[in-house]
């Protein structure tokens, strides 16, 4: 049984903890309320949990242009998966290295890592790196390859993971039994890595999912928008409509569900997230349990 201290403390945990929750979940349910909610009822009295009115006009605004949000959703997912992939995967083929300590310039090669945390070429020299050299220009690849070149933390976080939990018995068991090092890296590392796969992967697929920055530099083409793109380009087309004369009039604020549309935007890119990752949450789960070193 626990003691009173024990059992004080662990209320006091579970409050806390559940204080944090509540400030995580409250701005999701406003979010998703506001999307519902009259834009006179936002401009008249703002957000609120418990609003006076309630209307479908933000989501019938968008509905209109459904079949461009629908091809915008195609691309981000193909986008998100196939980067995704490709960036574990060579992250993990670049941390593999790096965590061995037979390797020649491997310090060399780690600082090398760590440098591109601090410095980068910046915008302009990468801009004409992937539009003159690599001709990514209006390409869906523009929306692949800068996120494929990793991320020199995730390669530290994943380089760190292997030195710290694959046994380096079991590397050198498996190497007296003639395994070659891309069959030990195929074969034994990876599946006793899937806690970190599923970190880092969870860390690109958000990236990719969310990233606007790349289409907005090397996409004209509205055919090649993600859906990042596309719902940024309808919050700038209905600030315009609010804001410009038509017929020796005006467009009013309340008129154009501008406050509204906002909400029922971030919902529309928000909701396929927090659909996937109660999924996603089991590969932690089950990677920590075949990660684990027994006997």
């Not at 406003?30 to 479908?56: A, M, Q, V």
């Not at 997912?77 to 574990?88: D, R, S």
């Amino acid at each position: 049984m626990l003691k009173n201290e024990d059992r004080g403390f662990s209320v006091l945990t579970h409050a806390v903890l559940a204080l944090f929750s509540l400030a995580c979940i409250i701005p999701i349910i406003l979010l998703i309320i506001s999307s519902f909610t009259s834009e006179s009822t936002i401009i008249t009295n703002g957000y609120s949990l418990f609003p006076e009115k309630f209307s479908l006009d933000a989501y019938r605004y968008l509905f209109e242009r459904s079949s461009t949000i629908l091809h915008a959703f195609s691309i981000t997912i193909v986008v998100t998966i196939v980067g995704t992939t490709f960036m574990l995967l060579m992250t993990a083929l670049t941390a593999y290295p790096l965590s061995n300590k037979k390797l020649v310039f491997r310090k060399g090669l780690n600082f090398y890592v760590v440098l591109t945390l601090l410095f980068n070429g910046g915008m302009i020299p990468t801009y004409l790196v992937y539009t003159q050299m690599l001709h990514l220009r209006n390409t869906v690849f523009a929306l692949i390859i800068p996120g494929l070149l990793m991320n020199g933390f995730n390669v530290m976080i994943m380089k760190s993971y292997f030195t710290t939990s694959i046994p380096g018995e079991v590397l050198e068991s498996a190497k007296v039994d003639g395994a070659g090092e891309f069959r030990i890296f195929a074969r034994i590392v990876m599946p006793m890595s899937l806690p970190i796969l599923a970190t880092v992967g969870l860390f690109g697929g958000l990236a990719y999912w969310n990233d606007w920055y790349n289409g907005l530099l090397y996409l004209t083409k509205p055919t090649l928008f993600s859906l990042q793109n596309v719902l940024n380009r309808i919050i700038l087309n209905i600030q315009y409509l609010s804001t410009t004369p038509i017929n020796n009039g005006q467009i009013g604020l309340a008129v154009m569900p501008t406050q509204t549309v906002r909400m029922a935007i971030a919902v529309v890119a928000i909701v396929p997230v927090l659909i996937i990752y109660p999924f996603i949450q089991k590969y932690f789960v089950k990677g920590i349990s075949l990660g684990a070193v027994k006997g």
